[in-house]
């Protein structure tokens, strides 16, 4: 039977979340750290690489990167678990550094997508 949308809490990992944050407040700080942090990153990648690398091939260009970015986090994450092994898969890279780069892609990918109105 399919779970519906109120049993959210059930889903791995999702309590140990939940009860870590149970306070709005920190929540919303956390959002607030993380969303810095990305904004720090992607203003310093455009720093170090311009503009070009991402307006040369826009939208599809950011959408193939980002599929880059899962695959990898599918070698980080979920093979270690299927694998039973634990740990990453790939040696020096950490999984917060691929999961802001999938965030920093979302922000790019936007951007590209609403110049194209």
């Given at each position: 039977?399919?779970?519906?949308?109120?049993?959210?809490?059930?889903?791995?990992?999702?309590?140990?979340?939940?009860?870590?944050?149970?306070?709005?407040?920190?929540?919303?700080?956390?959002?607030?750290?993380?969303?810095?942090?990305?904004?720090?990153l992607?203003?310093?990648?455009?720093?170090?690489y311009?503009?070009?690398?991402?307006?040369?091939?826009?939208?599809?260009?950011?959408?193939?990167?980002?599929?880059?970015?899962?695959?990898?986090?599918?070698?980080?994450?979920?093979?270690?678990?299927?694998?039973?092994?634990?740990?990453?898969?790939?040696?020096?890279?950490?999984?917060?550094?691929?999961?802001l780069?999938?965030?920093?892609?979302?922000?790019?990918?936007?951007?590209?997508?609403?110049?194209?109105?």
């Amino acid at each position: 039977m399919a779970k519906s949308r109120g049993e959210v809490g059930e889903v791995a990992g999702f309590e140990k979340l939940k009860s870590k944050k149970d306070d709005n407040a920190g929540f919303e700080q956390d959002v607030d750290d993380v969303v810095k942090e990305v904004k720090e990153l992607l203003l310093r990648k455009r720093n170090d690489y311009g503009t070009e690398n991402i307006s040369r091939f826009g939208e599809l260009g950011v959408v193939i990167r980002l599929s880059d970015k899962l695959d990898r986090l599918v070698n980080l994450v979920v093979k270690p678990k299927l694998s039973g092994k634990g740990g990453n898969a790939v040696n020096n890279e950490p999984v917060d550094d691929t999961w802001l780069d999938i965030i920093g892609y979302g922000i790019l990918g936007l951007l590209q997508h609403r110049q194209l109105r």
